[in-house]
């Protein structure tokens, strides 16, 4: 089909641009879309911003300076949008007459743009208190045995004794005669003096050899001097044996310690070492050659 083209030269706005009134061989007149796309703030252009016709099925892209065009659009009244990401879109209608010339400005209104809501979860790491650093430390180098807090909470409200003994931590105990329950070496034999083996005043030494203990990095009990009791057979008890309460004492005592002293909800770790060898460097005293019991606390 031969087609004759009548072409007039038009302004369109201030951005001087040609507009093109064309006619096919069947008179059916075509025209032209032209403008800019704009951002509210600062006028500045948007680039590239995309302009459809949905009636016409008709697509174009602005240039970097914003400025877009459309041709042979047939007559008439039709929606335009301009839209552009960070932007909210805007539609115009237009109508294209017989002139062939139309132009369309758009001022896009920036926009935030939302995305869909992503719900993350996760278990928050265990909280590891200060002093358990080298606990854990220890425990990852595996030279010793260990009882964890949540070992520890298997056995609700239980006494030491039985925690030990049921992860096998350590199985040596032995009774004392007020029934305090001690935890001895497997390894050596006793070379301290000893410790009480009686209920009275003649004081029996005990040829065992006794694990130090240590609570919240404190020497509470040692094999190397083992003394008698600070409180004597009937003396200020109404007739009653007894021996000073291990719980008072300081780094350096050596008073032996009931380990049942002790429960399960009121330990944070557990640790025990069988000799000196394995014994950390700074509870390495003269005692440990019988092992080393180390306790921490719950923090408050």
């Not at 009548?6 to 008179?27: C, E, K, M, P």
């Not at 006028?43 to 911003?49: K, R």
């Not at 008073?255 to 049942?260: C, M, Q, V, W």
Request: hydrophobic share 40%.
């Amino acid at each position: 089909m031969r087609i004759q083209r009548r072409v007039t030269a038009a302004a369109v706005g201030a951005f001087g641009w040609l507009s093109l009134h064309v006619t096919d061989a069947d008179g059916q007149a075509k025209a032209a879309l032209s403008g800019r796309v704009t951002a509210d703030s600062g006028g500045l252009p948007v680039s590239y911003a995309g302009i459809r016709v949905p009636e016409l099925d008709r697509f174009a892209q602005a240039d970097s300076n914003g400025v877009y065009r459309l041709d042979n659009l047939r007559v008439g009244s039709f929606v335009v949008i301009a839209e552009a990401p960070g932007f909210r879109a805007r539609r115009a209608f237009v109508t294209v007459t017989e002139t062939g010339a139309a132009t369309q400005n758009f001022v896009l209104a920036r926009s935030t743009h939302l995305l869909a809501t992503v719900d993350v979860r996760a278990k928050a790491p265990p909280r590891t208190s200060p002093k358990m650093v080298d606990f854990e430390r220890r425990r990852q180098r595996g030279l010793g045995k260990y009882v964890t807090r949540a070992d520890l909470e298997r056995y609700p409200g239980r006494q030491l004794e039985e925690v030990l003994r049921s992860t096998s931590v350590a199985t040596q105990f032995i009774k004392s005669p007020s029934g305090q329950t001690w935890l001895i070496s497997a390894r050596q034999s006793a070379t301290n003096m000893g410790m009480l083996a009686s209920r009275n005043a003649d004081y029996v030494r005990d040829t065992r050899c006794h694990v130090q203990v240590v609570l919240d990095g404190a020497v509470i009990s040692s094999s190397t001097a083992l003394r008698a009791p600070r409180v004597h057979a009937g003396e200020n008890t109404g007739g009653r044996g007894g021996m000073s309460d291990p719980r008072t004492q300081v780094q350096g005592g050596d008073d032996p310690i009931d380990l049942n002293l002790f429960f399960t909800d009121q330990l944070e770790g557990v640790e025990f070492y069988p000799d000196a060898t394995t014994t950390p460097v700074q509870y390495r005293t003269g005692a440990a050659v019988c092992g080393t019991l180390i306790l921490w606390t719950r923090d408050k």
